[in-house]
């Protein structure tokens, strides 16, 4: 029977070398730590840059002429004196209101119902008015107090649900809302109509109940009360014990109940001193811009109370500065319906065009993108 040949490898052959993974690049998204503030300004400012850009490019498709652009959007907004003192009168509820977002936020309480909060706040210092309550001295200070007492009860309602049976605020405050306007409504159409003509809106407010005209212009009053509450709210958040706790409670609830932080005192209060502020809102539009009580006084500032909140990242005095960006915003665009017949739908895009590209730049401050290499 003959052998079968058998193969021996050669002990001096090479050894096969072992096959090497081949290197992919992929990208991971992260949270960034910190970004120093120039950077986020610069974001910031880059995003605004293209908001404006793309905001410029449809105006002039829609026929506006490149060359006034700049004139109309900010040396006829906020170097005319008739416009700046628009600007600063639709500035000053707007800080209010979003200030008031911003305190309710901080304690992570979604507050969506600044409207009705605000609309009470007007009820209650038409009321006094209504029913001659208290000297002419007093009777401003007596409508403010009114305001803020009524703002701060409508913002409790949601505020127990929350705390006592677990009811979401977001639910609860926006549909407090509509029944905050439905008795609105009741009031102007009903027993606080103007008798003389019949107009669903109360009687005019007399001369001691309005904000007083400082330097020529009611709107010196408020936008001066709205600047003298933002400060009173950056100490508050920035520098007292209460400020303190809210950043705890708003970066770990569960963690700061765990260390001794009072989580549901300080939501309570937290959300009580927004409906307060959103109250001092509805009392600077009554008081100061509209004379008396009306039936849509209080539309769009909820939606632009929580905007403000969003882009000034919760801070009362970055909600200033904000506030008036909207607001020059807003006087811009009714310059331009009034000037190029822009329709006011066109207005609202260019409006959420910057709004949009503004409230981008948040996710670029907060996340960073890194390139990961894998094998495989």
Known sequence: MADASVTVPSINAAPVAPRRPLASRRFALELRQEMAWHRQALILGVSLIIGMGVSAAILVAAGVPANELLNEFVLQTL?????????LFQAAPMILVGIAASMAF??????????????WGAIG??????????PAALRLPLMLAMAMALGLLWAMAPTLLKLKLGV???????????????????LVYGAWKDPKDSFPYSPQFRAFERLPEWF??????????????????WWFVGI??????LRFVDANPRMADAVGVPVRRMIFSAVLLSGALSGIAGFVVVAGQEGRLTQAFYAGYGFSGILIAFLARNNPLAAT????????????????QVFYQIPFSMVQLIQAIVVICVASSDFFIRHRIRSVVSKT
């Open 79 to 87: 170097f005319d004196k008739q416009s700046l003192q628009a600007v």
């Open 106 to 119: 901080r304690a992570r309480f979604w507050n969506l119902g600044l409207e009705g909060q605000m609309i």
């Open 125 to 134: 210092a038409t009321t006094i008015s209504f029913f001659d309550v208290g």
């Open 168 to 186: 979401n605020e977001i639910i609860s405050s926006l549909m407090l809302n509509y029944i905050a306007s439905n008795f609105l409504l009741h």
């Open 216 to 233: 020529g212009n009611v709107s010196t009053a408020a936008i001066g009360l709205a600047l003298v509450v933002a400060v009173l709210a």
């Open 240 to 245: 007292s014990r209460a400020g303190l706790y």
């Open 321 to 336: 500065v904000v506030a008036v960006l909207v607001a020059a915003l807003f006087v811009a665009g009714r310059n331009l």
